[in-house]
Nanobody
């Protein structure tokens, strides 16, 4: 129900834009967000949005999350990419998330298949 795309290979300092389209269900009043998992590490929160956007400290000022409710799609614009941004990026969505639990991946009911972002020189 969530289809992520836009990953790829980029040099440090470069940019990528990820997209995640939802089908079969609307998340108009819920959170849509992004998590990532680097090799050998646990999955971590990146950003999420309902009416306001929330970011992990590690990406603030570099990443921008946005959504188009008409298209049921969430985007992640990633600028000034660093080596440590490498990982598989997963989009996620949920309708029952409260603000205090936004970074908690277990609160999201629906997950995309992941798209690989590799930052390398």
């Amino acid at each position: 129900q969530l289809q992520a795309s836009g990953g790829g290979l980029v040099q440090p300092g470069g940019s990528l834009r990820l997209s995640c389209a939802a089908s079969g269900r609307t998340f108009r009043n819920g959170y849509m967000g992004w998590f990532r998992q680097a090799p050998g590490k646990e999955r971590e929160f990146v950003a999420s949005i309902r009416w306001n956007a929330y970011y992990a400290d590690s990406v603030k000022g570099r990443f921008t999350i946005s959504r188009d409710n008409a298209k049921n799609t969430v985007y992640l614009q990633m600028n000034s990419l660093k080596l440590e941004d490498t990982g598989v990026y997963y989009c996620a969505a949920g309708n029952g998330i409260i603000q205090s639990t936004i970074p908690d991946g277990t609160r999201y009911d629906y997950w995309g298949q992941g798209t690989l972002v590799t930052v390398s020189s």
